[in-house]
């Protein structure tokens, strides 16, 4: 059986089962809002949960993001089977599907998203490893649309 997409496959397999296995490290070690200076004033663990988006947007009302998370995980693995992708959208289609499904999982579990990457030095929300995947496979899939070769108009070439 010769698997289409393989890459994209074994990127989401990956992202999922490193996100997974980070936040279960987390919930294991850590109490709610204690945390670990890796790099005092830098870089922290520091475990809160999030039961709305990112920075916390729609935490009153988000149980629709665990839906949208199973929407976007399906139309995703339905692109994966339907079409060929070069590898750079193999790739970042695979990270956003890791993190649509890391985050979906803990929706659908618990209510709501463990987090834990606290990065200081910018003062910014705290993350998962869904969310690095979310953002690596978008950076992904826009290089990849800015290498696509120009497409040969027929009209053009007709006229030479």
Known sequence: MNLKN?????????????????KFAIVQNFQIGETLALIPGVFH???VVNKGAAFSLFSERGEWL???SLIVSAGLILLAWRTRMNRL??????????GALGNGIDRFTAGQVVDFLDLRII????FNLADVFINIGIFCLLVAAFQ?????????TADK
Request: include cysteine; glycine fraction near 6%; charge should be positive.
């Open 6 to 22: 393989r890459l994209f496959w074994v990127t989401a397999a990956v992202g999922l089962v490193l996100d997974q296995l980070s």
């Open 45 to 47: 663990f520091t475990y």
């Open 66 to 68: 665990r839906w949208l």
């Open 89 to 98: 959208e193999q790739v970042g289609y695979g990270c956003v599907l890791a």
């Open 123 to 126: 003062r910014f929300a705290v």
């Open 148 to 156: 696509q070769p120009p497409r040969k108009d027929s009209r053009h």
